[in-house]
Nanobody, 126 residues
Framework: QVQLIESGGGLVQAGGSLRLSCAAS????????MGWFRRAPGKEREFVTS????????DYADSVKGRFTISRDNVKNTVFLQMNSLKPEDTAAYYC???????????????????WGQGTQVTVSS
């Protein structure tokens, strides 16, 4: 199995930027489709973005499209989430996830992922 550890969260003013990292250990990251989800206070966890094993294909929630960028470095076994133009509504705990399946998936649902990190908190002040 693979272990995931997120880092890079913190407090930032609206309009600012943060870069989250998700470091994987235990198995090569290239084996997994990777995603980022977030859970805001009082809300369910929601899809943010995902990236294919090679890094070629990405997908974004409409709420972050044009502001967030997902990338991966399979040599360093790390996935990144660059977040720009942050808004107070982006405040949430952010989780990275790894999925090992190959077919019939949207990669936008939690149950499509096998492994999860512990989360890192992002707080955007207005």
């Amino acid at each position: 199995q693979v272990q995931l550890i997120e880092s890079g969260g913190g407090l930032v003013q609206a309009g600012g930027s943060l870069r989250l990292s998700c470091a994987a250990s235990g198995r090569p990251l290239s084996n997994y489709h990777m995603g980022w989800f977030r859970r805001a206070p009082g809300k369910e966890r929601e899809f943010v973005t995902s990236v294919s094993r090679s890094g070629t294909n990405t997908d974004y929630a409409d709420s972050v499209k044009g502001r967030f960028t997902i990338s991966r470095d399979n040599v360093k076994n790390t996935v990144f989430l660059q977040m720009n133009s942050l808004k107070p509504e982006d405040t949430a705990a952010y989780y990275c996830a790894a999925g090992s399946r190959y077919y019939g998936l949207t990669w936008q649902r939690e149950n499509e992922y096998n492994y999860w990190g512990q989360g890192t908190q992002v707080t955007v002040s207005s």
